[in-house]
């Protein structure tokens, strides 16, 4: 059974820092790993999605790395922002018969303050 | 191309009546999945539903929920007789293949 953990629970950085979230799972048989972000009270928004052939995807200040066979995936935010505040979901699918469902993280709770 | 529609946005409902929770993908995803997040948990997988057909329901709860997604109209995941421990955000999500999923805003239900 896939179970995907998230670290740190929270964080709290000064605005302009450059910070790295981190996700590990127990199953490296994935199709693909995504990550979201949800505002509060609000729906998610996906930043990046990788999938298990790739080692890294880039999206303007966001960067995820994928380390499938060590089961572990960062999220780095450059110049962090308050705006960039909200909560930070890993979410795996695994490869085989079940590629379509998700497996979530708890998430990382981000607050940058200006 | 309007995103994935939930409606409502918030549910209040008391304990033993039925909760109605409506789903529509984006235009040309014939695919929509459902995943509740309770109270600082993360979100769980649901169901699974094609048009017509319950793909995987291996998440959901065996009593009390059920879920549809019919040839025309919305994907509907109700709750009957629901419970104090149902209160949660459900989210669906859909998508044009199996692979990438696109989220809706979430139903939030408080069960008084």
């Known amino acids: 059974k896939q179970e995907v953990t998230q670290i740190p629970a929270a964080l709290s950085v000064p605005e302009g820092e450059n910070l790295v979230l981190n996700c590990s799972f127990t199953d490296s048989a994935i199709y693909n790993l995504q990550w979201f972000r949800q505002d509060p009270g609000k729906g998610l928004t996906s930043l990046l999605l990788?999938?298990?052939?790739?080692r890294e995807q880039t999206s303007g200040r966001l960067n995820a790395s994928l380390d499938k066979s060590s089961g572990r995936s960062t999220l780095y935010i450059a110049a962090s922002q308050p705006g960039d505040s909200a909560t930070y979901l890993c979410?795996?699918?695994?490869?085989?018969?079940?590629?379509?469902?998700?497996?979530f993280g708890k998430g990382t709770l981000l607050t940058v303050n200006p | 191309n309007a995103g994935v529609m939930q409606n409502p946005r918030h549910l209040v409902r008391r304990r033993g009546q039925e909760a109605r929770l409506r789903c529509s993908p984006m235009k040309g995803h014939s695919h929509v999945y459902w995943y509740r997040q309770l109270p600082e948990e993360g979100l769980k997988f649901m169901v699974y539903l094609q048009k017509e057909n319950i793909i995987d329901e291996s998440g959901m709860p065996k009593e009390r929920f059920s879920a549809e997604f019919p040839k025309e109209g919305p994907s509907i995941l109700r709750i009957q007789q629901v419970v104090r421990g149902d209160s949660a955000a459900y989210f669906c999500?859909?998508?044009?293949?199996?692979?990438?999923?696109?989220f809706g805003p979430g139903t939030r239900l408080t069960v008084t």
């Open positions: 990788i999938q298990s052939s790739q």
């Open positions: 979410a795996v699918m695994s490869s085989g018969g079940s590629n379509y469902k998700l497996t």
């Open positions: 999500a859909s998508s044009p293949l199996q692979h990438e999923q696109y």
